[in-house]
């Protein structure tokens, strides 16, 4: 895995305010930890960051962060604070990491194929997880796995523990974790409507003549007797 660059200026202040002013100005705040490291406040250049985590690497790009006046750190990101409105990117943590120590990382799971059950048996894929925990050397750590699903037929599901062996790399995540299934969809029934048998729609309760009935009798009553004088 190839190694970004990612130049950065220590903060002086640190806040609310402070914070708000870096980010109108383009920059964000971040800081620098880890093993032996003391914690360092950066802030970074905003365009430069989007660069550096939309490589092929995306969140596991290994970043060598070239602080002024602090000398070369090589880094993961591991915690990034998003506006929930807009979606940029507000504060980044940044671990240190060391080429011959594994780390913990997430890594998206690439699903091809068209599952059987969904071709031959009109069924649809459910995908439960995207990504998957492995421990890897940070240079180990893949992009993505490819997950081959076209044998999966109708309540078929794929887990943790049935993804290929990659060299280097452990699965942490629980073997039986389910990640993507394939399931036949539901069809509703319309509710039947019960009529009892010998109910008369034309009768109100218990039988009593529904409203205007009593006057259309009455009416029909006074014509008879007129008829009869």
């Not at 990491?97 to 009109?122: H, K, Q, T």
């Not at 997950?147 to 523990?161: E, N, P, Y």
């Not at 309760?205 to 529904?210: H, K, M, Y």
């Amino acid at each position: 895995m190839e190694q970004e660059t990612l130049p950065a200026q220590k903060r002086a202040t640190s806040g609310t305010r402070p914070a708000r002013r870096m980010r109108r100005e383009g920059r964000i705040p971040a800081v620098v930890y880890g093993t032996g490291l003391e914690t360092i406040s950066i802030s970074i250049d905003s365009g430069e960051l989007d660069a550096t985590l939309r490589t092929e690497a995306g969140l596991n790009a290994l970043i060598n962060v070239v602080v002024e006046d602090g000398g070369e750190i090589l880094a993961v990101a591991r915690e990034i604070q998003r506006d929930p409105v807009r979606g940029n990117i507000t504060h980044v943590d940044l671990i240190k990491v060391s080429l011959d120590i594994e780390i913990e990382a997430e890594v998206a799971l690439a699903y091809v194929g068209v599952p059987f059950g969904v071709r031959e048996e009109e069924g649809f894929i459910e995908a439960i997880e995207t990504t998957v925990a492995i421990l890897a050397l940070p240079t180990a750590i893949p992009s993505s796995i490819e997950v081959d699903i076209s044998h999966l037929g109708i309540g078929d599901t794929l887990k943790v523990g049935d993804l290929a062996a990659i060299e280097g790399v452990t699965y942490t995540t629980d073997a039986d974790r389910p990640l993507v299934t394939v399931l036949l969809p539901v069809v509703e029934e319309e509710p039947e409507v019960e009529v009892l048998e010998g109910e008369e729609l034309e009768e109100g309760e218990e039988g009593e003549p529904v409203e205007g009935e009593e006057e259309a009798e009455a009416a029909d009553g006074g014509e008879d007797t007129a008829e009869e004088g």
